[in-house]
């Protein structure tokens, strides 16, 4: 069970801001950017790991998540959805997925635990989208999916933020966050290639 499967519920609440951005000229291409863009500075404060810096990449984490969704209503409100916006919002989540990974795992110095965390959150979408390529549809299902990928993010920077010294087995919020995105997004992936395949059986 992911949060993805809340994307009805959600897009009831997206309508001011579609209105909004609608209002000030915003296309869903240039939606999609400032989603981009708030990735980007997410990873920066990532980096510094810091309580302040901690607190306000949660915040731009979730800004990221939302204005993801903002994008595709505004695209089916103006009604210019299209395959080449399609490719241009995955293309930039997995960026957005591999820069803030990255600064979580530059702020403790954890690159080992980064790239196995990285890796498996790529090839969680990889099996989602290889298996609409082959004629299964998306697949959002599995352990976790991006919305649950940026929720944990979020409670994790806030938990690094306001109890610093939190640690399990010598490991913190931020090291622990790590390593269940690593095993979860590989089992994730797993998960989605097993339904597949037995599907084509």
């Known amino acids: 069970m992911t949060l993805d499967r809340?994307?009805?519920?959600?897009?009831?609440?997206?309508?001011?801001?579609?209105?909004?951005?609608?209002?000030?000229?915003?296309?869903?291409?240039?939606?999609?950017?400032?989603?981009f863009a708030t990735a980007i500075l997410a990873a920066g404060?990532?980096?510094?790991?810091?309580?302040?810096?901690?607190?306000?990449?949660?915040?731009l984490v979730f800004l990221n998540g939302?204005?993801?969704?903002?994008?595709?209503?505004?695209?089916?409100?103006?009604?210019?959805?299209s395959h080449a916006g399609d490719l241009l919002d995955h293309v930039?989540?997995?960026?957005?997925?591999?820069?803030?990974?990255?600064?979580?795992?530059?702020?403790i110095d954890a690159y080992a635990l980064g790239l196995a965390s990285v890796t498996g959150v790529l090839?969680?979408?990889?099996?989602?989208t290889q298996i609409q390529a082959i004629g299964l549809g998306r697949e959002y299902g599995g352990l976790v999916g991006r919305a649950d990928?940026?929720?944990?993010?979020?409670?994790?920077?806030?938990?690094?933020?306001?109890?610093p010294q939190l640690r399990v087995a010598g490991v913190g919020a931020i090291g622990g966050l790590l390593a269940?995105?690593?095993?979860?997004?590989?089992?994730?992936?797993?998960?989605?290639?097993?339904?597949?395949w037995a599907s084509l059986e």
């Open 6 to 35: 809340l994307r009805p519920v959600v897009s009831r609440a997206l309508d001011p801001f579609v209105s909004a951005a609608a209002a000030l000229g915003l296309t869903p291409v240039g939606v999609s950017l400032v989603a």
């Open 45 to 59: 404060a990532f980096v510094l790991a810091t309580p302040i810096a901690y607190v306000a990449g949660a915040v």
């Open 66 to 81: 939302w204005f993801d969704l903002v994008d595709g209503a505004l695209a089916r409100r103006q009604g210019v959805e």
């Open 92 to 107: 930039l989540d997995r960026y957005a997925d591999v820069l803030v990974i990255g600064g979580l795992a530059a702020g």
């Open 123 to 128: 090839l969680t979408s990889y099996m989602g």
């Open 149 to 163: 990928r940026l929720a944990l993010i979020g409670v994790a920077s806030v938990l690094a933020a306001v109890a």
């Open 180 to 196: 269940l995105l690593a095993v979860v997004g590989h089992l994730t992936a797993l998960q989605r290639f097993l339904g597949a």
